[in-house]
């Protein structure tokens, strides 16, 4: 079974930028797609991004061209950077790794944007 510890977050000032990391246990990481979701307070849990175990990624139509998901299969880690940060960025962030039905999730890391 997979756990997934997510770091990285913090304060930022508005068109700064941050790169979230998402260290996973487990061998069988490779095998799994991974995704970032976040929650606004009072807002529903969205998705932010996703890349396959093949490399392939897609992302929310708020964060194109200013987030870019990747993964490093030999370090078991997937990264989140975000740049050209807006206010309205400002969530707790999660990662995922899903595969045939099984999903794992983080704890959360909170990404909070302000002057």
């Known amino acids: 079974q997979a756990q997934l510890v997510e770091s990285g977050g913090g304060l930022v000032q508005p068109g700064g930028s941050l790169r979230l990391s998402c260290a996973a246990s487990g061998s069988i990481f490779r095998l799994y797609s991974m995704g970032w979701y976040r929650q606004a307070p009072g807002k529903q849990r969205e998705l932010v991004a996703t890349?396959?175990?093949?490399?392939?990624?897609d992302y929310a139509d708020s964060v194109k061209g200013r987030f870019t998901i990747s993964r490093d299969n030999a370090k078991n880690t997937s990264y989140l950077q975000m740049n050209s940060l807006k206010p309205e960025d400002t969530a707790v962030y999660y990662c995922n790794a899903f595969r045939a039905g099984i999903t794992f999730w983080g704890q959360g890391t909170q990404v909070t944007v302000s002057s």
């Open positions: 890349i396959t175990n093949s490399g392939n990624s």
